[in-house]
T-cell receptor, first 113, second 109 residues
Framework: DTEVTQTPKHLVMGMTNKKSLKCEQH?????MYWYKQKAKKPPELMFV???????INESVPSRFSPECPNSSLLNLHLHALQPEDSALYLC????????????FGQGTRLTVV | EDQVTQSPEALRLQEGESSSLNCSYT??????LFWYRQDPGKGPEFLFT???AGEEKEKERLKATLTKKESFLHITAPKPEDSATYLC??????????FGTGTRLQVFP
């Protein structure tokens, strides 16, 4: 099973809302990632968690707040987003860090209105 | 600076017309090159990992090869269902993947 599950699939939120994206994997992977992808662009790395600890924050604005409650779950808390934050948000996991292949979820399509 | 460049940006093929996609990279000490397929609005789907020059991997109509400076994704007798964006990626450091900009492939019946 190489499945990474993301919920919700679609999300529309206002600029004053607070919402969370969820990601789950049961492959025993110890590295998990959040990416942001705009149309016709490659995925851009946002955060990396390794063994449930934040390893990388790619200078992401504080209105995005990641959380890794355990080795299978990864959340992305959203608050006071801007319309330009509308994008496909992808979660991925890998066995260890990036020397092994990463498996992606199907993404959450986020629209900020 | 580490870079990954893919060409062509877009490719239109007739069904059955074989072709190749290119991924060239400039990273020091390559520790793997990954190919992904991405359908519109979906997450990338893992296809292949290549670790050393001369290595080849195959899956159905796709074959990936690796040299010291580039990788090719060969598509033999493509079908319309092969239409997608194909992304290559290489690791930088221990915890980042650098993606190329992708090749958008359209296969027409």
């Amino acid at each position: 099973d190489t499945e990474v599950t993301q919920t919700p699939k679609h999300l529309v939120m206002g600029m004053t809302n607070k919402k969370s994206l969820k990601c789950e994997q049961h492959m025993g992977h110890r590295a998990m990632y959040w990416y942001k992808q705009k149309a016709k662009k490659p995925p851009e790395l946002m955060f990396v968690y390794s063994y449930e600890k934040l390893s990388i924050n790619e200078s992401v604005p504080s209105r995005f707040s990641p959380e890794c409650p355990n080795s299978s779950l990864l959340n992305l808390h959203l608050h006071a987003l801007q319309p330009e934050d509308s994008a496909l948000y992808l979660c991925a996991s890998s066995q260890i860090l990036v020397n092994t292949e990463a498996f992606f979820g199907q993404g959450t399509r986020l629209t900020v209105v | 600076e580490d870079q990954v460049t893919q060409s062509p940006e877009a490719l239109r093929l007739q069904e059955g017309e074989s072709s190749s996609l290119n991924c060239s990279y400039t990273v020091s000490g390559l520790r793997g090159l990954f190919w992904y397929r991405q359908d519109p609005g979906k997450g990338p789907e893992f296809l292949f990992t290549l670790y050393s020059a001369g290595e080849e991997k195959e899956k159905e109509r796709l074959k990936a090869t690796l040299t010291k400076k580039e990788s090719f994704l060969h598509i033999t007798a493509p079908k319309p269902e092969d239409s997608a964006t194909y992304l290559c990626a290489v690791p930088r450091g221990s915890d980042k993947l650098i993606f190329g900009t992708g090749t958008r492939l359209q296969v027409f019946p």
